[in-house]
């Protein structure tokens, strides 16, 4: 079994993605299934729908590379060559393959729609080819052999692609006797930039192992901090890296692997056997989404409420109108009655309140576009803070939304403190009656 | 002056975009900005920072194109390779360019830092190479020639390209007497699948024509559908073909450009001066969610209501407790009540109630996961249908809020019938009471 790594080439098709119209987020996910295995990219090559050159681009390619990974272009419109260019670069026909005939049946069967030309044409793979299995959508994955190259062919829709990688690095790992000795930790965090959370670590940790790999990845609303290294030989100093991480990043870190925050936040209520509530106005049912986004939601979620209009506020919520009238909507006294009318109306042991500005209109010059107010908590422990967050209205939607679901996942936890975003986006600081 | 279109190629470095750790979103930014003048990229080549793979690439890629437009790599670390690999290939030494220095010395004066190393390094271009200005950072561009090919190096970090196109695409409109021709029409379409459209659209329209290249992009919940015609002579054969569109696929269609359909539904409300409501279960919050995402939707919607449990229909949608028992949650009388429940709790014209099974858990042999109620459209017309579609949860919760509102947004615009996917998940036909 050879040992030495292959070198392994990409090749992405699409029209959409020369255009521009679509951004290729599928060849980081392969890259990163990839280094699992200790391997990586050589080199990446995108062309539109395009016969003549996608044929050529495959023919160099194959005799270049060990491994050839082509994305796109396998679904059931004209503009889908793959699966006819890989027969002409093979000099051989396309065949109706009968597990692919099977699946496009199945896949047809299930939705209840006959099997038309457009699909009928993705049970067409060149002779020889094997299929790979896609658990998802119509388009089966091919793989066959070319100039003593490996050639697999996979779907370019990314929910598709996702599961395909397993049994591709299952291959991968038996042809070329590779096993997975690489070793991540993803860490989750809420609450500070990339920018932020790589300078506390610069600062706090003097002597850095080599051998681990620091790495960021920042998607609002959370950034991920991912440490690598390539071998269990270096656990000692994964283990202590992952600890000073944990002490410098503290209560930002929200668990480890994929976990969202309202996965976490639906986890601790689950302990806890506790009930939530909301009471949304600018994010406009944004936790509501993220909660029940979560399987199993429904044994900690019952009812949300989306006050985008002040009497809604009071006729649904209970806030009183005379407060609304004194402090408008976008005030700490409403933001905290519709915390409390929410938890009366669902029933529920917490809640998170929000009501804020989110534009591009509405702002004044007291209360500029951005400013909000969250409440979060129980009957007995109701926190109240003013944020000003003046960002482009779905980030400021989606960075609101998880603050909150943040301070209830904090209070859950009996965390003290607030996140940096906080600190640096707060208009007052936390109030905390009970504690006065 | 040449009128014949170049051919554009397009070579990314960074090991950084090759691991997977950043996704290349500049080389749509690129190609956007060369649809304006008419070009299109042939092809498009990354590397990670391999100073031997790079200058491979820029002297088989120059060999071959009149544009090759190279995107990373000047920045002042060591794994910043662009100049160097330029110098290599082209057989020219590095030198310092005076207005390179002047630049950057502004650039550090103006933060107050010194010009350290590995700013200086910056400042070395290959012998005989031009400068662009970067307006934002400290690596400037270059423009040199290369066997006969005009080579053009940008900054990979997105918000100091953006800016750098500007020249750029002036240098490439002058060099090539270019000007911006290509014209594209987009329709947003919503109920049918890519293959589906593609099927329609072949079995209705005879004779194509060549002129007008037909393109679709599927993206849950929506599909576009995209017409583009090299210049204005193709005009006639691009209407012909929108309005064999607009035909065939009639009230599948949204709207034009980038619509969504919950912004269609606001504009719709907004012209009628009606007010909508929604009462999620399954969909938890989504179609709120979606509805406020759009500017100015306050001016139409006033209030959702997420009631995941029962006893939430009842106390806050005041659904009958009977029904409840008698039909199950996820039912017609429920959906319909829940509507109901919702006009009047918001007082709004128009609601959307929405109840069903979004697994993974909780399905039955008689109510399998994946089935769901709708009910739809305001106290005269309130229309309701069963639909079965199981797929993974979010992609059901997705599918199912927009199929909310697409029905809300036939009853606006008081179009019959219903969508492709209505016809293929529904497991039951709609019902209108009124009209029984």
């Known amino acids: 079994m050879p040992t030495s790594h292959p070198v392994v080439q990409l090749l992405l098709t699409g029209n959409e993605i020369m255009s521009g119209d679509t951004v ?77 005939l099977a699946h496009l049946k199945q896949w047809c069967a299930r939705r209840n729609i006959p099997l038309n030309d457009a699909n009928f044409k993705q049970a067409m793979l060149p002779r020889g080819a094997a299929m790979i299995e896609n658990l998802i959508g119509s388009a089966v994955g091919i793989q066959m052999e070319l100039n003593g190259c490996l050639l697999i062919c996979t779907p370019g829709v990314p929910g598709e692609l996702r599961p395909m990688l397993d049994p ?32 506390i670590i610069d600062d706090g940790v003097e002597q850095w192992p080599e051998s681990v790999a620091l790495g960021f990845r920042a ?66 049912g944004q936790i509501a989404a993220m909660l029940t986004g979560i399987p199993g939601a ?16 009071s006729s649904v919520l209970g806030v009183d109108q005379d ?40 702002g004044t010059e007291e209360k500029p576009v951005g400013t909000v107010w969250l409440a979060w908590g129980s009957r007995e ?18 960075l609101i939304a998880a603050a909150g679901l943040d301070m209830i996942r904090r209070s859950l936890l009996g965390v003290a403190g607030e996140s940096h975003y906080f600190f640096q986006r707060g208009a007052g600081q936390i109030k905390v009656p009970g504690a006065e």
């Open 219 to 284: 998607g609002a609303p959370q950034v991920e901090v991912k440490l690598t290294i390539s071998g269990p030989s270096h656990r000692p100093e994964l283990e202590y890296c992952k600890q000073r991480i944990h002490e410098l990043l503290g209560s930002h870190i929200i668990g480890e692997g994929d976990i969202r925050l309202a996965q976490r936040v639906v986890e601790l209520l689950r302990q806890q056997g506790k009930m939530l509530t909301t009471a949304e106005s600018c994010t406009g």
């Open 381 to 398: 422990k109701l926190q109240t803070r003013c944020l000003c967050w003046p960002v482009e209205r779905s980030l400021f939607q989606t």
């Open 24 to 100: 290729d987020s599928n060849s980081a996910m392969i890259a990163q299934r990839l280094a699992e295995l200790g391997l990586v990219i050589r080199r990446k090559v995108t062309v539109g729908d395009d016969q003549a050159l996608l044929r050529e681009e495959v023919s160099a390619i194959s005799s270049a590379a060990d491994v050839l990974i082509i994305n796109g272009g396998l679904g059931p419109t004209v503009d889908d060559l793959t699966a006819q260019v890989l027969a002409e670069a093979a000099g051989v026909p396309l065949r109706e393959h009968a597990g692919a």
């Open 323 to 362: 407060v609304l009238a004194e402090h408008g909507a976008v005030s700490e006294p409403v933001a905290r009655q519709m915390a409390q009318g929410a938890m009366a109306a669902a029933a529920a042991d917490y809640a998170i309140a929000v009501t804020g500005i989110a534009g591009p209109d509405g």
């Open 298 to 313: 429904s044994a900690v979620f019952q009812a949300g409420f989306v006050s985008y209009a002040d009497q809604i506020k």
């Open 168 to 199: 591709i690095m299952e291959t991968l790992s038996k042809r070329f006797g590779l096993s997975s000795r690489v070793e991540v930790v993803r860490l989750q965090t809420f609450g500070m930039g990339e920018a932020t959370a790589q300078q």
